[in-house]
């Protein structure tokens, strides 16, 4: 079926490191992708998103890039802070039998330590 | 400012007793959702409903039900039925339904059971 599979954390980084989180789908079709953050104790805040293979969609510092070849949309950001430190969901929307719908990845806890 | 709001932010539960939690956007959105989540497993989709007085089931609807009398409300009551309650539940808006626009979220109510 349609999915998204993303890296398992949680992650502790220091302030000022890379970081790479894999995500990877399953679909039927050409979906739209997206990165959503959640800060401690709040919502679903839309981090940055792609509508097509090879859109580059990116925030605060924040990158992803559409990859169509390889089904995935890892998101990436060259110099961590602190205030990173959230759960990171990959998502995608795909038609499902007429009516489309938002599948989530189970998240990936990022902690950044000083 | 537009945006989602959900109350309570905490809320508890006695066993055998319905609850109601409310969702309000001013953003104009014609659809609306509520996700449950649960650690380690992401968001699951609850019910959805894309216009007034019409919703439907999501991935998870046993034990729960909803109703939209009005654009801006999408109330969510978990019934007695529901077995296993205690889950942080987002509502979310978009316009145009799924079709690419990505979700707004509330800032979530924590449900336990006492």
């Known amino acids: 079926g349609n999915s998204v599979t993303q890296m398992e954390g949680p992650v502790t980084l220091s302030e000022e490191a890379f970081l790479t989180i894999n995500c990877t789908y399953t679909?039927?079709?050409?979906?739209?992708l997206f990165w959503y953050v959640q800060y401690p104790g709040e919502g679903l805040q839309l981090l940055l998103k792609?509508?097509?293979?090879?859109d580059k969609g990116s925030n605060k510092g924040f990158e992803a890039t559409y990859r169509k070849e390889t089904t995935s949309f890892h998101l990436e950001k060259g110099s961590v802070q602190v205030s990173d430190s959230a759960v990171y969901f990959c998502?995608?929307?795909?038609?499902?039998?007429?009516?489309?719908?938002?599948?989530f990845g189970k998240g990936m806890k990022l902690t950044v330590n000083p | 400012d537009g945006g989602i709001t959900q109350s309570p932010k905490y809320l508890f539960r006695k066993e055998g007793q319905n609850v109601t939690l409310s969702c309000e956007q001013n953003?104009?959105?014609?659809?609306m959702y509520w996700y449950r989540q649960d650690p380690g497993q992401g968001l699951r989709l609850i019910y959805y409903?894309?216009?007034?007085?019409?919703?439907q089931k999501g991935d998870i609807a046993e034990g729960y039900s909803v109703s939209r009398e009005k654009k801006e409300s999408f109330p969510l009551t978990v019934t007695s039925a529901q077995k296993n309650p205690t889950a942080f539940y987002l509502c979310?808006?978009?316009?145009?339904?799924?079709?690419?626009?990505?979700?707004?979220f509330g800032d979530g109510t924590r449900l336990s059971i006492l």
């Open positions: 998502a995608l929307i795909l038609p499902q039998g007429g009516s489309e719908k938002l599948v």
């Open positions: 953003l104009n959105h014609d659809a």
């Open positions: 792609a509508t097509k293979a090879d």
């Open positions: 409903s894309q216009i007034v007085n019409d919703f």
């Open positions: 679909a039927t079709g050409y979906p739209s």
């Open positions: 979310a808006s978009s316009s145009q339904g799924f079709k690419n626009q990505p979700q707004h």
